[in-house]
């Protein structure tokens, strides 16, 4: 398997544009996480997903940030209107649920700079 | 490559020694806890996981330590190589029972 696959690995914008982000999951995982890593605040759980339904966005920072898994094999992370402070590596993963635990691959993630 | 903070605790060891990282959790709830390593320009990396029935579980040089009464998680690594150089994060399994609170970090630098 490829493992996570994260694009576009690194994405310059200018505030107020639209960004989305893309995350494909490995394949046969029924999780799926969006996560922000900024200096200031490390690594921060935005947003995740169970067999494609949203479970828990009280991560998410506000209005101007949706998530979407249309189907298993993909997700959308967008932001509309961004700013400069969304600037960031936003990471996706995915996990299969083994009973009680599991374990979260990572994508290679995307440098998101908004200018 | 990206860089996790400017802030980060930094363990310096000597190529060869062995490196302790440590992490305090904040859930005494929490039952599964997991290392990660992340190194420039990457995303985190599973290294090593222990469930809260156990002190102790060892790996390939390394070994992780779980004191729950104090809510302490311990990572050492035996013989550290450079290639161990690299941001370490603790995580613990979070109240909803399947995300994951990872810890702020420690920066490790191995010396030549």
């Known amino acids: 398997d490829a493992g996570v696959i994260q694009s576009p690995r690194h994405e310059v914008t200018e505030m107020g544009q639209e960004v989305t982000l893309r995350c494909k999951p490995i394949?046969?995982?029924?999780?799926l996480f969006w996560y922000r890593q900024t200096m200031m605040r490390g690594l921060e759980l935005l947003i995740y997903?169970?067999?494609?339904?949203?479970?828990?966005d009280s991560g998410m920072p506000e209005d101007r940030f949706s998530a979407k898994m249309p189907n298993a094999s993909f997700s959308t992370l967008k932001i509309q209107p961004s700013e400069p402070r969304d600037s960031a590596v936003y990471f996706c993963?995915?996990?299969?649920?083994?009973?009680?635990?599991?374990?979260?691959?990572f994508g290679p993630g995307t440098r998101l700079t908004v200018l | 490559g990206e860089s996790v903070g400017l802030h980060l605790p930094t363990l310096s060891v000597q190529e060869g020694d062995n490196s302790i990282i440590n992490c305090a959790y904040s859930?005494?709830?929490?039952?599964?806890f997991i290392w990660y390593k992340q190194e420039s320009g990457k995303g985190p990396q599973f290294i090593i996981d222990?469930?809260?029935?156990?002190d102790k579980r060892q790996g390939q040089r390394v070994t992780v330590l779980l004191n729950k009464t104090v809510k302490h998680l311990s990572l050492q690594i035996a013989a550290t190589q450079p290639g161990d150089s690299a941001v370490y994060f603790c995580?613990?399994?979070?109240?909803?029972?399947?995300?994951?609170?990872f810890g702020p970090g420690t920066r490790l630098s191995v010396l030549p």
């Open positions: 993963a995915s996990s299969l649920w083994r009973g009680s635990y599991n374990e979260q691959f």
């Open positions: 997903f169970n067999n494609n339904v949203p479970i828990d």
């Open positions: 859930n005494s709830a929490s039952d599964y």
């Open positions: 394949s046969g995982h029924d999780y």
């Open positions: 222990i469930r809260s029935n156990m």
């Open positions: 995580a613990e399994m979070g109240s909803y029972g399947q995300n994951f609170v």
